[in-house]
């Protein structure tokens, strides 16, 4: 199409693009000025002239191609192609041979129209005019320029309306349209807790900023992107459909519903080349933004086939007013324009500016058609700040003060861009910024303003890129959910194909967003995601879990099960439960009750980890064997009532119990080497299984929850502590000793007694205390010991007086610890010559 337009264009000198959006205008254009010698277009956004000024320079080459906005110049010497800000455009067309002009249809603009109509009128091209815009332009383009030849390009696809829809209903790569900077931000948060997130694109950003946001948007990182009527203006995106938050806006006089050519430049975003667009409003989310729109029929007619009212007049001002006076430069500034169709432009700030300056007392002193110029100039600032005309007038009026007699110093520019250059604070502030930084950068591009005009543009240049960086950022921050914005492109589709992976870590992400971790098998939502979003976190996480809970199951079982221990009676694995020890009268082994978090598991996982856990815990429990086999006994049919009474009591009590629970005098003497076959030793105190009182048999008595009673570490041999009875061990004294050093102590002073007593028939005898000083125990502790079994400590007498020599030793001798049974009024006789008679005998 662009080549059929092309024959037809080559017959005239100045020719008028006009259709609606998404027609290929700027696209015709740019080829056109490519094709000559020479070209220059002016643009209504520094956005769109930088789009343009890289897609020339992508064909001509750097150092042809020169882009002047009023914040930025980048003017090769031998540059022969112009893209510019509509401000910035040469007048005349700078004698180049190809000029265009874009959105030629602002003309009608309140604020800036009268700058449009003069390029309209004034700026041609040596070879080739072509004005840019919508078809409403035409009537005015054809009473204003004579010759004028009109090209009208249809839209290459069609706009529909599709009514309101609600914000959870809105389709993905939507812009939603707002007019004010507050109802921006509301809808922006709502999309932010409901669908993921939206870029933001406001008038009020910084070029920069609003590039970034829009890259946010074409990239796919967010489905929606907020904006202001800013987006209207030639912005090119991917955009499918358009939801109006409101129908109205300030056009800086009044509220006022948009007109029908508005809506459209706004609603024609929808749709690309050939792929069909959609315009409708925000259902419900009107109401909360105070507004309840709604297009009437007759707008819906008129946006979907591109008829409009056609402009009955353009703003105009005195391009070229005299300089005389201040006095004068407002009257010609204010002077009505004599043709048709012209009327003069409201007041805009500049002229607001210079007014209120003119009854300034330095007023009296600008004289001469150059000052005067040069306070039209200054006066003629942007009002980047947007904080209202008193404020600029004073920062104006500060600025001629500087620049009056001379240019403003280096070192004053480089302090007041020095004071902005800080990327701290909220989105407000930065803003607030970036719009006082604007007002340096374009005082700094003026050559007769600045002294080292390049380097204080460049830094002012610098510092808008930092600070529009940081707002990015921010809005980015505030405004995007990236993990929620993932999930819902991802939950409508099967679960194997969730972009969701486990980590090392064990941190589950959606490409490189957390959305939970795990542990042991249970999946946690991240702890930093709000309410609103842990219900959909968990159901993304629930659709890849069967897979990810497997493989995490199938590599624990390969790995052998490393890292898991058995704890206070049941099986972990990163400190996470994943089984519990149930016993039945104290049996060993006891039975496997997998935890609740391992239903997520699919079946065959579940059943292979469960298998691989049963034979782990059968290997850890081999300490424990001799603990069986006195339940194997118990149950034995050889085993008699009195056998089996002593081994369940043994049993109770983990392998030790002592002769009073035992019934030890009710069993019979036959059945004491059945006893000891299993590992059973008859202690002077105690009865007990050596084996179960390892301090790893004792460690996992405890562990596996048998054994609720306090656990030495290690086992040591005497606790210095014995307030608290821990397993294993029986009082002495102020201590507590282990049942079988005890045991030890005993036979050794047994067999010291009994080794007196051969040569010696007195009872008394002198005990070596080497042993049990050397386990630990105290000298007055061993006494109490050693006088559970009967022995009795005997102090000797001092020496006489006068008499030397080593002191006497203490003696010893033994009683009977308890009263005899019935059937034995009399000691019984030692055995096999023992003299111990009988602890000789219970200790065997």
Known sequence: MAHAIWDDVQGSAIKAVLGPTNTGKTHLAIERMCAHSSGSMG????????????????????????????????????????????????????GRAFVALDEAQLSADRERGHVFTDRLLNARGREETMLLGAATLEPMARALVPGLEVIERPRFSTLTHIGPRKLSRLPPRSAIVAFSSEAVYAVAEMLRRFRGGAAVVMGALSPETRNRQVELFQSGEVDYIVATDAIGMGLNLDVGHVAFAGLSKFDGVRQRRLLPAEMAQIAGRAGRHQRDGTFGTLAGGGKRLGEIPEFAEEEIYAIEEHRFAPLTSLYWRDAEPRFDSIATLIADLETPPEEDGLRLAPETIDLTTLKRLAEEPFASTIRGAGMVRRFWEVCSLPDFRQRGPDVHARFVARLWQDLRESHIGADFAAARISELDN???????????????????????RPDWVLARDEMAARARAVEARLSDALHARLTERFVNRRTALLMKSLGEDASMLPIALGEDGVLRVEDEAIGHLEGFRFVVDHGANHSDHRMLLAAAEKALPRILAERAEALVSGGLEGVAI??????????????????????PPRVEPARELSGLPDDARKALLAAIETWLAKQLEPLAPLTKLQEAARDPQAGSEARALLLNLIAGHGLATREQAGIVHLPKEMRPFLRRIGVTFGALD??????????????????????????????????????????????????????????????????????????????????????????????????????????????????????????????????????????????????????????????
């Open 43 to 94: 643009f209504p956004l520094r956005l769109l002239a930088r789009e343009v000024y890289d897609r020339v320079r992508a064909i001509k080459g750097d150092s042809q191609v020169a882009l002047i906005t009023g914040e930025e110049r980048i003017e090769p010497k031998d540059a022969r192609y112009l893209c510019c800000t509509v401000e910035a455009m040469p007048r005349d067309g700078g």
């Open 423 to 445: 990327t701290s604070g909220d989105i407000d502030t930065l803003q607030g910024r970036i719009a006082a930084i604007r007002s340096w950068a374009y005082i700094c591009q």
């Open 567 to 588: 704890r206070d009676g049941t099986i972990r694995w990163n400190d996470r439960i994943l089984a519990k020890l149930a016993f039945r009268e104290n049996q060993i």
């Open 687 to 844: 009865i007990f299984a050596p084996a179960l009182l390892k301090p790893a048999a004792r460690q996992l008595l405890h562990d596996i929850g048998l054994d609720k009673r306090a656990l030495q570490p290690a086992m040591l041999p005497v606790i210095p502590d014995a307030k608290r009875l821990p397993a294993g061990y029986r009082h002495a004294g102020s201590q507590a000793i282990r049942v079988d050093l005890a045991e030890k102590i005993f036979r050794a002073a047994h067999e010291q007694r009994v080794a007196k007593q051969k040569n010696d028939r007195r009872k008394r005898f002198v005990l070596d205390l080497a042993l049990p000083v050397s386990i630990g125990l105290d000298t007055s502790n061993i006494a109490r010991l050693l006088g559970q079994a009967g022995f009795r400590q005997q102090h000797a007498h001092p020496l006489a007086e006068g008499q030397f020599g080593p002191p006497r030793p203490d003696t010893w001798d033994w009683r009977p610890s308890r009263p005899p049974s019935p059937k034995s009024a009399q000691p019984a006789k030692p055995r096999e010559g023992n003299a111990f008679a009988g602890l000789a005998e219970l200790i065997r």
